[in-house]
Each structure stands twice: as C-alpha cells, then as structure tokens.
C-alpha cells in the first residue's frame, strides 16, 4: 500500500461527526491556521514594569491593578506619551508607557469633612468611621486626609491614605483595616473622607431582597436593577463595563448605567489628575481653570459613550432625557460639535436627540468608516453624519437579530463581525450569518446569563478575530474562538483573558487576565505571566479518517513527519505524535476488542512518539480500521508548525 498522506482541510470543524468530518480537524488548543497548515500560537509576556503608584494601603498584594479589567484604550497625547486606559470592575487607570506606572485616575464622586467624633476603635486594627450620609458599600474606596495626630493610638500616617471598605453597618458608618492596632477604645478625630465613585461586580449576579440593584431602576444589562424590584425572585445585577473615546487628546469614559467623566491631560505630562464628572455643577479647578462646567442639559445617566469622527460630537447611548433623571435604554443625545459641554438643542448648536424604536435596549455602539453601527438587543442601525437639519440620520440596518453583549464586536477592513446569542453575525452593507464551523460546539457549551463578560478583538498580524466567552459552567471566561477572516478558518481552545486590544501604537496584542496582570501576546512561546515562565500546552486533533477504503484493518508501521520549528528557543524542539486507532466509530480511541491480547502486543493501544527537527521517521505498530491523528506540544521555547506527514500502512485483514 502507497504512503497515506495526512493533509486535513484548513480549520476546525466540529459540526458533523468525528468521521463524518473526515479529512479535516476536529479538536484543538492554542493553535492557529495559517496558510492552511496548524500551528502553535504565540506565547505571551507580563508587562515589563506595570506597577501601582497610588492606594498604599489598599494597594493589591499581587498583580498591577485591582479588579477585574473589561475595557483597554490606547492613544497618543499631544507630547508624544504613549497612554493606555485600563477600566476594571473597582477602579479606571491611566498607564504612560515611559514606565509603565498606572496612576489610579477614577473620580470622586463626593468629599465629606467630619468635623469630631470621625473615627470609633475597639483596640483591634478594624476602625468605625462616622460619616453622615455616606452612600459607600462593601468594596468602595475612599481616601482619608486631615487626621493631625494619632486616634486612639494609631499614628495620623496610618490614616491619612487609601481604604477600602470593608463592611456598612449603616448609612452614617462603614468600616476599614488599618495596619496599627488601637491602643484603647472610644470615638474622637476629624478627617475629611473623599470617596470614589462606586464600584461594580466583577460578574452577572443575581441579588435578592428588599434593596437589591441600583436606586432609580436603570436597566444596565439583561435586566432591571432598580432598588426594591422583584424582592422575591431575585434582581440581575450585571457586571462593571467601561466604555470610552479621545475627545482631541483628552478622554471621555463612561462606567455603564453611570455618569459622564472627563480626563484631561495635565501641562505637564506626567501629572495625572482625576478624571472629573461631566456635570453642571461640578466646581472642580485645576491649574486655574474650571473644567467640565456643562450646562443643565448634560445627561446624568449612560450606558455607552463615543465620540464622533465627524466633527468631535460626544454621543450618549441609552442615557436620560432632558429634565429627567431616569435612564431611558433607547434614548441617544449628542453634544454640540466639537463641545462636550453643551447638550441643550438651540437653533444655533447642533446638539440634538434621537430615539430608536426596535428593541427594548441599547447594547452597543461601534464606529466604523462612514458610519456609527448602533445595536439593541434586536436590530442594528446605522448612525450616519448628514449636513444640515438633524445632524444624525439613522436607518435599521437589520432586524430580528441579537448581540451577546457590548464589546462583541469587531471590524476588519471594513466588514464587522460580532457574536450573537446562537450564532455569529458579519455586516458589510448588510447583515449576514457568518457560517461557523463551530456554531454548535460554542453554543453547547455557554453560559449566555455571562453574555456581558463577552468580548473580542483582532489579531491582525494573523488576520484573525477571536473571541472570548464562559464556558456553561464557569462563571469566568475560560475559552475563546479564532475566525481568521483571510482563509475563513475557525479553532477554539481554553485561555482566561477579561480585555483584549490590538493598537498599532504598542508592538503586539494587549490583553488582561485575572490577578491584575496587562499582558502581550505574540511575544515568545511560553506563558511568561509565571515565575519563571510556564510552558504552553498546544495540540490539535483530525476527525478520523479510514484506513484505505474502510473495510480492511491496517497496520501503520512507519511515521514520516513533517514538521517546521522555525522560531523555536531551544536547542532541540520537540512534539508529539501521537496516533488513536480504534475499529469502529461507537470504539474508544486505543482499546482492543480482544481480552487475549496483553497491553506490550495490543497494537490498537493509541502510541505517541517524539519529533524533532530531524527526525526522519518514526517506527510504529499500530492497528485499526480507522484512525485519528494529533500533533501537540508541552516544552518550553517551543514554536512549531504541521506540514504533510505521511503513514506506512499495509493491510492486516477483515473482521
């Protein structure tokens, strides 16, 4: 019998049966198509020098930032700095890439003096702070200063600093871990509390009771969150997600259901301030100068923000209407052009409204070349810029569809792609379903109530589009999905990422994981955000395919590989080769169906054998009537990809 070559038709497929999907690839981890063949993805490496330069005591013991990241943005001041944004569930960060600081930037949301009696002790490092009308829970931040002298035995320098909170026995009290123990018990001190605005969950939950959700009733996710709604069936309370755009090179950033806040970059660049809330009232001075004085009109509450190409308009996606404070979820608002801080329609100004009508919620937005992509929970719209009269024309561009959750969308050259509840979707002038040879293994295996943690991003150095989801039982992403949308491939495999950005402005992909680390792919072989780093587990499997043409056993006694390791760190790269016969398509893989046979002589027992780079072949002895074929690795430095191998087999009979 002539040598059986293993060529597999580019791309995963798992929508048919392993044989049915006969000459292609069934399973996969870590590896990608390229030019048709597999090969391992890159590795990744944590940043070379994030560290935490602001919150002392509060400061993570682990990690760069606290929290759970869900948003990165990239861009270029007018000075030439290199900035990142990074949004996570507790905190908004600012990270200049000169030395890799982050400087903690989220807003304060309102600063409270006590004038006596600040501070409660019962001679352990757990402290009672006395502040009417706090409005904190568990978890917020808030940055204590003015103790002048020690309270109750614990030095003014272990309270003049950062807190989290701890517990809120009331709404005039909450607690906090100080690294003195008092000496005595009693209430006395001043301080002046500023707290940060609140913090949100890392995941979708669901709250029960009395008081569960947001006050004022605003609808943030898959459901309302409104104080006090549905006591007895429980609340859904979804989880932090940022959104945010340069206005010139300042930033505007939004956490969903929240405010309008504004970050502007300081005369000197290293000074990194605030962001400030977008507000009518706000008295906020900063080098002589009153920023972000808006008029009354500015909306108070929001769930995405962008601002525009076409003539710098911040637009507000499910916001509240003017003179009311409710968020309205189809509602959208946009300022004046080239103004975030004049929103009140005029015969003289641009700034206007429009309300959608399919749907019950906006989801998200996405601006593309000519025009802003605008998706609720059932349609999607185009946003177009128009001159004269509205502004904005908007047009329904699909209906009858869905979106997974606001940052699930991609577009690459011009064709957008994002991920529904049940399939994939792509839009280039019009919607289309995009045929996933994955479909039914994504949708199988999902925990759509975690459709908000959702999230993708392009990979253009390999012409790809990946996505990230929770898996059915997980309630944190666990896998993703690849679409090389060049050779309309697909794979999939298990990583845990909350963010992901590819900016032309930094070398390769940036990504977040859990633990506080920013991370960069593309970068060398192995998993560099260990100590030392760890080595990537990658492989690939075919659907099984026969031997000959099925009714015959044969013998594969002979392995040809044809493997390339170019980009390799080691001496000596190696992978596995590793053969799964079985007889039948209801038989295990590498088991023998006769209880005769030991295991040194059962030659249905699937076999694995190093390659290297100059291996020439590979004795075997390995029978079935039809088999399955993977190639994978577990070293370190290792970087390779599939050629054509190629078996010896000859046939070994009937049953």
């Known amino acids: 019998m002539p040598l059986q070559k293993l060529e597999f038709r580019p791309g995963v497929n798992r929508e048919s049966t392993t044989l049915a999907n006969e000459g292609g690839w069934f399973e996969s981890d870590k590896v990608r198509f390229r030019s048709g063949f597999p090969e391992k993805i890159g590795g990744w490496q944590k940043d070379r020098g994030t560290q935490y330069t602001t919150g002392t005591s509060a400061q993570p013991t682990t990690g760069a930032f606290w929290g759970v990241c869900r948003a990165l943005w990239n861009w270029l001041n007018l000075a030439g700095f290199n900035l990142l944004a990074l949004g996570t569930n507790l905190k908004y960060y600012i990270q200049d890439s000169v030395n890799g600081s982050l400087y903690d930037v989220t807003p304060i949301r309102d600063t409270i003096a006590v004038a006596s009696n600040a501070f409660t002790t019962n001679g352990t490092t757990t402290v009672t702070c006395n502040v009417p009308s706090h409005d904190a829970q568990a978890g917020d931040f808030v940055t204590i200063s003015g103790v002048a002298g020690p309270v109750n035995g614990i030095p003014a320098a272990a309270l003049n600093r950062e807190f989290q909170v701890v517990s809120v026995p009331s709404g005039g009290t909450f607690t906090i871990v100080v690294s003195t123990t008092a000496t005595s018990s009693g209430t006395t001190g001043a301080a002046t509390f500023a707290f940060q605005i609140t913090t949100g969950n890392e995941v979708y939950s669901t709250a029960t009771g009395w008081g569960a959700g947001g006050w004022g009733g605003v609808t943030t996710g898959f459901t309302d969150t409104g104080w006090g709604l549905a006591a007895a069936t429980g609340v859904g309370v979804n989880l932090r997600l940022w959104s945010q755009a340069n206005f010139g090179q300042n930033l505007v950033f939004n956490p969903r259901g929240g405010a309008l806040y504004y970050w502007v970059v300081d005369a000197n660049p290293t000074t990194f301030n605030r962001g400030q809330i977008l507000s009518p009232t706000n008295t906020n001075t900063q080098n002589g100068i009153q920023y972000w004085l808006t008029d009354t009109s500015c909306p108070t509450v929001c769930n995405f923000v962008m601002v525009s190409d076409a003539s710098n308009y911040v637009i507000a996606f499910g916001c509240n209407d003017y003179d009311f404070a409710t968020l309205d979820p189809l509602l959208i608002r946009w300022s004046d052009a080239e103004t975030p801080l004049v929103w009140f329609p005029t015969e003289t100004n641009d700034a206007g409204f429009y309300r959608l009508s399919q749907g019950s919620q ?99 150095g390999y012409n790809e589009i990946w996505w990230y989801y929770c898996s059915a039982n997980s309630t944190a992403i666990d896998k993703y999905i690849i679409y090389n949308h060049l050779e309309r491939t697909w794979a999939y495999g298990s990583l845990a990422r909350t963010a992901w950005l590819d900016s032309p402005l930094r070398d390769t992909p ?112 390995i029978r079935g009537r039809q088999m399955a074929f993977q190639v994978s690795s577990t070293d370190l430095g290792v970087s390779w990809q599939l050629g054509a191998p190629r078996l010896d087999v000859r046939p070994d009979g009937r049953r």
């Not at 601006?367 to 946003?383: G, K, P, V």
């Open 362 to 460: 906006i989801i998200t937005a996405l601006q593309t070349r000519q025009e802003i992509l605008i998706w609720t929970d059932t349609a999607l719209y185009s946003m177009q810029n128009i001159q004269g009269g509205n502004v904005w024309g908007f047009q329904v561009m699909g209906s009858n569809l869905s979106i997974i959750g606001p940052n699930c969308a991609t577009t690459v050259n011009n064709i957008t792609y994002w991920m529904g509840t049940d399939k994939f979707y792509m839009y280039s002038g019009r919607v289309e379903t995009l045929p996933c040879a994955l479909r039914q293994y994504v949708f199988n295996d999902i925990n759509l109530e975690q459709g908000y943690q959702v999230f993708s991003g392009s990979n253009e």
């Open 510 to 621: 940036m990504a977040t994981g859990y633990g506080g680390n920013l991370v960069y792919h593309e970068q060398g072989n192995d998993d560099g955000i260990t100590n030392p780093p760890s080595p990537i587990y990658a492989y690939v499997r075919s659907s099984d395919f026969d031997i000959g043409d099925g009714h015959n056993f044969g013998l594969v006694w002979r392995i040809i590989p044809d493997v390339t390791f170019d980009g390799s760190t080691v001496n000596t790269p190696t992978v596995n080769f590793t053969v799964l016969p079985r007889q039948n398509p209801g038989a295990n893989y590498g088991t023998s169906n006769n209880p005769d046979v030991s295991s040194t002589q059962n030659y249905a027992t699937q076999r694995t054998y190093n390659v290297q780079q100059f291996t020439e072949y590979a004795y075997v002895r």
